[in-house]
């Protein structure tokens, strides 16, 4: 069974920073692309940004070029999202997203692709 877990949400006036992190169990996160979605309500689920398994390739859409990065730590087995110049817009529960096969590292950017999803972690910018 794969858990995946999310962490790091909290409140931040429009302008800060924060960073979130995803673990899971039952997977070597290591070996797998991973993805992070935000949703917030009454509006869709969104891409914010993928990594491949090898952690060389990194995708984003634009609204999230050039404020957010995503990394991986192999010795860790976690995959963080650093989010800069944050804004009320960026509020939204996020979500971090495992595809059942190993070994991507092209664009994974449709909910479709992932396969186990954590509960997701709020995250909210104050005006």
């Known amino acids: 069974q794969v858990q995946v877990v999310e962490s790091g949400g909290g409140l931040v006036q429009a302008g800060g920073s924060l960073r979130l992190s995803c673990a899971a169990s039952?997977?070597?996160?290591?070996?797998?692309?991973t993805g992070w979605f935000r949703q917030a309500p009454g509006k869709e689920r969104e891409f914010v940004a993928a990594?491949?398994?090898?952690?060389?390739?990194?995708f984003y859409p634009d609204s999230a070029k050039g404020r957010f990065t995503i990394s991986r730590d192999k010795a860790k087995n976690t995959v963080s999202l650093q989010m800069n110049r944050l804004k009320p817009d960026d509020t939204a529960i996020y979500y971090c997203?495992?595809?059942?096969?190993?070994?991507?590292?092209?664009?994974?950017?449709?909910?479709?692709?992932?396969?186990?999803w954590g509960q997701g972690t709020q995250v909210t910018v104050s005006s």
């Open positions: 990594i491949g398994w090898s952690g060389r390739n990194q």
């Open positions: 039952g997977r070597t996160l290591s070996n797998y692309a």
């Open positions: 997203a495992v595809p059942s096969a190993p070994w991507t590292d092209y664009n994974l950017s449709g909910p479709s692709d992932y396969a186990y």
